[in-house]
């Protein structure tokens, strides 16, 4: 009994490792697809695609954990407040990728621990010990050392990558303060449904390209571009993106699930070399020497925040979110 059940122990937490992994790796993917064609279509036409191709899968998932109560938002200011963080920070990544390396983004987007840590503080009354603000400020101090403001011709899509990570920080709160009545497969449905909402309330507003200006920013000219009817390979790439987000946020749930945060949360940061690897391969993007000090910086308070966390058994690591659920 003891020699056939230690190898089943020992094997969860590899396998919480390798769903996370290959959750986050599918979505570095998306990411690239998003960003290729960011330079031809509007952020929202990309958007409202990939929510109609995700829906089917994830209402799946919902009826496979939760049965038919999973589609009802019992906790309507939890799972709308989550869902209007979500629509805010995704729209933000997406249009910050537009103008940046995906590398530079995904690093800057890893300040979210700190940023959460900072806020549990003030909204949750969560004791933050010396230590952890101590690799807070460690951690931003990797950000400031990626935007090297003064230093380098500023890029404004930096900002957006950071205000990406704070929505999000934000929606994570509501995730941990929703913990045991909200199942994170209705978050991820009713998060879509708002996405998808969003996007065609947009393509009204901005979709005749009337806001659109030639030669402006990336980011700007992805946010007001006109919609147009996209061809079949490019339409292809895009209905892609849909079965890639919905599978990734269950590979990604499926790792939490089955190791502790504390074990697998290193692995969040797994999808660094993909983005610096596709980034290269598609758009010859290859971070700096400070960019990988800040990388250094940032995901090393975050994994110690977590360790720390997990060490003294306090909320935060109990209710500890993914990072980067594109959902």
């Known amino acids: ?4 059940s230690r190898p089943e122990s020992l094997n969860v937490p590899v396998r919480g490792m390798v769903y996370l992994s290959g959750g986050l790796a599918l979505f570095t993917f998306q990411d690239a697809i998003m960003k290729e064609l ?3 279509y509007a952020v929202h036409e990309l958007a409202l695609i990939r929510c109609v191709f995700a829906l089917p899968l994830i209402a799946w998932i919902v009826k496979l954990e939760c049965g038919w109560r999973g589609f009802l938002p019992l906790y309507p200011k939890f799972v709308m407040g989550r869902a209007v963080l979500g629509f805010l920070s995704y729209t933000c990544w997406y249009l910050a990728i537009a103008a940046m390396p995906l590398a530079d983004a995904a690093t800057l987007y890893y300040s979210n621990p700190l940023f959460i840590t900072a806020l549990a ?16 400020l460690v951690g931003f101090a990797g950000v400031l050392v990626v935007m090297r403001p003064g230093l380098v011709t500023f890029e404004p899509a930096m900002l957006l990558a950071l205000a990406s990570s704070l ?4 929606s ?4 941990r303060g929703a913990s045991g009545r909200v199942a994170s497969s209705t978050f991820a449905l009713w998060s879509t449904l ?3 909402a969003g996007s065609a309330v947009s393509g009204l507003v901005m979709g005749d390209g009337a806001y659109d200006s030639p030669g402006g920013h990336p980011s700007l000219a992805f946010l007001v571009r006109a919609w147009s009817i996209p061809g079949w390979y490019d339409l292809g790439l895009i209905a892609l993106t849909g079965p890639i987000a919905a599978i990734s946020f269950y590979a990604i749930s499926q790792g939490y699930v089955l190791a502790p945060a504390s074990v697998v949360t290193p692995f969040e940061y797994s999808n660094l070399p993909w983005a610096v690897l596709l980034g290269y391969l598609l758009w010859g993007d290859l971070p700096d020497l400070w960019t990988w000090v800040g990388v250094a910086l940032i995901a090393g308070s975050g994994i110690y ?3 720390r966390e997990a060490a003294r058994g306090r909320r935060l690591v109990r209710g500890w979110p993914p990072m980067r659920p594109r959902l």
Request: hydrophobic share 65%; glycine share 8%; aromatic share 14%.
């Open 1 to 4: 009994m003891t020699v056939t």
């Open 38 to 40: 960011s330079g031809a």
């Open 121 to 136: 503080a003030p909204l949750l009354g969560e004791v933050v010990g010396l230590r952890r603000w101590a690799a807070v």
């Open 167 to 170: 929505f999000y920080a934000f």
């Open 172 to 175: 994570a709160l509501i995730t």
């Open 194 to 196: 708002l996405f998808a």
């Open 305 to 307: 925040i977590v360790q």
